[in-house]
Nanobody, 115 residues
Framework: QVQLVESGGGLVQAGGSLRLSCAIS????????MAWYRQAPGKQRELVAS???????YYADSVKGRVTISRDNAKSMVYLQMNSLRPEDTAVYYC?????????WGQGTQVTVSS
């Protein structure tokens, strides 16, 4: 198992930017997929972006072109750069990581985008 701790959330005006960070305890070399999910009030948790161990990425249509996921293996960090934020991006954002043996979630960080 690994432990994930998110940071970087906050309140931002529409059109602004935020960078979320996820600190992963232990080496990330053994991890397969790392991802960011989000959950807005009254809605299901949804995948925002993911990055595989080989570096391939996936983005939800709703954020494509505005969001970039990246990883720093040396620092055991995963990042989510979010630009051109919209009020509908308001949610709790969760870091996720898995391996063939486990899946781990962070505690979440709140992102609020005001109009």
């Amino acid at each position: 198992q690994v432990q994930l701790v998110e940071s970087g959330g906050g309140l931002v005006q529409a059109g602004g930017s935020l960078r979320l960070s996820c600190a992963i305890s232990g080496s990330i070399f053994r991890l397969n997929t790392m991802a960011w999910y989000r959950q807005a009030p009254g809605k299901q948790r949804e995948l925002v972006a993911s990055i595989a161990s080989g570096g391939s990425t996936y983005y939800a249509d709703s954020v494509k072109g505005r969001v970039t996921i990246s990883r720093d293996n040396a620092k055991s960090m995963v990042y989510l750069q979010m630009n051109s934020l919209r009020p509908e991006d308001t949610a709790v954002y969760y870091c996720y990581a898995d391996s063939p043996f486990f899946a781990s979630w962070g505690q979440g960080t709140q992102v609020t985008v005001s109009s």
